[in-house]
């Protein structure tokens, strides 16, 4: 079975501070995907990256940053110059990405609070 | 491109009652899949539908039951509801492929049974 940990319940941090949400992964199969979701309070869950278990490359799009690492079983999420904007809940998850194992089993999530 | 719609946004129910929640898919995806969440058990799979069959389904009861027409709008119902089934569902739909292929989700819809 899949499982997703996300140990923390939630940060808080101040405007244009960098921030981290850590995600630890468990699964057996050696293909898999890896997501990150924002959830705004209106509840919405939005799509923010995918990554698939052969590539490990780092990614980096805008002030967001991801950090897969296969060998400790992590995909970490770094938020740089945080914004109020970015105050959401944030949830890491999984998929084997084909046929009866294509959902999505998500970690517990991270309230993220960006204070002015 | 027109996003996952989720109807009604908000509902209160009494318990015993029964519910039917829609879900429109993104023009093109045929895949839709259906999440609760809830405080307690966080984010969880109910089931998903693909070409009006279901393909997968979690460890929910049979109250909950679901169905997808020809033009994969996606149905979920509950029978009999309980306090428990107070909840957010959320929808999602995807293309169906074999790489894992993002989802995109609705806005759910929040389901208060009192």
């Known amino acids: 079975a899949q499982k997703v940990t996300q140990a923390q319940t939630e940060i808080s941090v101040v405007e244009k501070e960098d921030v981290t949400l850590d995600c630890v992964y468990e699964?057996?199969?050696?293909?898999?995907?890896l997501f990150w979701y924002k959830q705004p309070p209106s509840g919405e869950l939005v799509f923010l990256i995918r990554?698939?278990?052969?590539?490990?490359q780092n990614e980096i799009s805008g002030r967001y940053s991801w950090n897969f690492q296969k060998s400790t079983s992590s995909f970490n999420f770094t938020i740089t110059a945080s914004q109020v904007v970015d105050s959401a809940v944030y949830f890491c998850?999984?998929?084997?990405?084909?046929?009866?194992?294509?959902?999505?089993?998500f970690g517990s999530g991270t309230q993220l609070t960006v204070l002015p | 491109k027109a996003g996952v719609t989720q109807t009604p946004r908000y509902l209160i129910k009494t318990r015993g009652q029964q519910v039917t929640l829609s879900c429109s898919p993104i023009?093109?995806?045929?895949?839709v899949s259906w999440y609760q969440q809830t405080p307690g058990q966080g984010l969880q799979f109910l089931f998903e539908?693909?070409?009006?069959?279901?393909?997968n389904k979690g460890n929910f009861p049979g109250r909950f039951s679901g169905r997808q027409f020809s033009n994969s709008r996606s149905e979920m119902n509950v029978s009999t509801l309980e306090l428990g089934d107070s909840a957010l569902y959320l929808c999602?739909?995807?293309?169906?492929?074999?790489?894992?292929?993002?989802?995109?989700f609705g806005s759910g819809t929040r389901l208060t049974v009192v």
């Open positions: 999602a739909s995807s293309a169906w492929d074999s790489d894992g292929h993002g989802y995109t």
């Open positions: 699964t057996r199969d050696t293909t898999y995907y």
């Open positions: 023009s093109g995806h045929r895949s």
């Open positions: 998850a999984l998929s084997l990405g084909s046929g009866s194992a294509r959902q999505l089993t």
């Open positions: 539908y693909f070409s009006e069959t279901q393909r």
């Open positions: 990554r698939n278990s052969f590539d490990e």
